[in-house]
């Protein structure tokens, strides 16, 4: 089955330590994207990276880091500088020839005590 | 800035019952639009999406949503709800061209059986 992976689904650190979530890609698709869902306020682009080795910096990306080595990963580190760290943070993928339709992951849950 | 603005953050409606939900927009160049849903613990999955053309567009489960160009919105239709539609509905924009696609908050629809 074609899709994205995101691992864990749950996630929980402590205040101060960098954690990394993984978003894995078997979709052949160039473009990948990590966003942050936090309630009543939509979904924000954390970085996105149009092809290997190179990203962008979204919306809110202070405190993150992201590396893009292989076309179908794209890992984001939520470092220790995020000052509000705990959210559901979703991975997508699309190719941007078809109007940049966004395929999603099933997200991951990070909670930092 | 680019934005999209969902005018209802909570809806609920009996089963049967018409829906309506309205999504505008700013940006003055040709857009790429769509909807995602969110169903409870599942998957944020595309709705429908408008590219070009016909500009009442057609989705799955019964869904619709038309296009008009000199009002700036995508307002998503259902004649009848079921339980089953309970769940998250963002609408999102993507200038044509562009990687980055502007999410809207998000409306939480409830369908009362």
């Known amino acids: 089955d074609g899709g994205i992976t995101q691992s864990p689904k749950y996630l929980f650190r402590k205040e101060g330590q960098n954690v990394t979530l993984s978003c894995e890609q078997n979709?052949?698709?160039?473009?990948m994207y990590w966003y942050r869902q936090d309630p009543g306020q939509g979904l924000r682009l954390i970085y996105y990276?149009?092809?290997?080795?190179?990203?962008q910096k979204g919306d809110i990306a202070e405190g993150y880091s992201v590396s893009r080595e292989k076309k179908e990963s794209f890992p984001l580190t939520v470092t220790s500088a995020q000052k509000n760290p705990t959210a559901f943070y979703l991975c997508a993928s699309s190719i941007a020839t078809r109007g940049n339709e966004q395929f999603f992951g099933p997200g991951t849950r990070l909670t930092v005590l | 800035a680019q934005s999209v603005s969902q005018h209802n953050h909570h809806v609920i409606l009996s089963e049967a019952a018409s829906l309506e939900l309205g999504c505008n927009y700013s940006?003055?160049?040709?857009?790429?639009l769509f909807w995602y849903v969110q169903y409870p613990g599942q998957h944020l999955q595309l709705l429908l999406k408008?590219?070009?053309?016909d500009p009442l567009v057609k989705g799955i489960k019964g869904f619709e949503a038309e296009f008009i160009k000199s009002k700036f919105s995508f307002n998503l239709r259902k004649p009848s709800v079921q339980w089953s539609d309970t769940a998250e509905y963002f609408c999102a924009v993507n200038a044509r061209g562009n990687y980055q696609l502007i999410w809207g908050a998000g409306t939480k629809l409830i369908i009362k059986p």
């Open positions: 408008y590219f070009s053309g």
């Open positions: 990276s149009q092809i290997v080795n190179d990203f």
């Open positions: 940006y003055g160049g040709t857009v790429n």
């Open positions: 979709l052949n698709h160039d473009a």
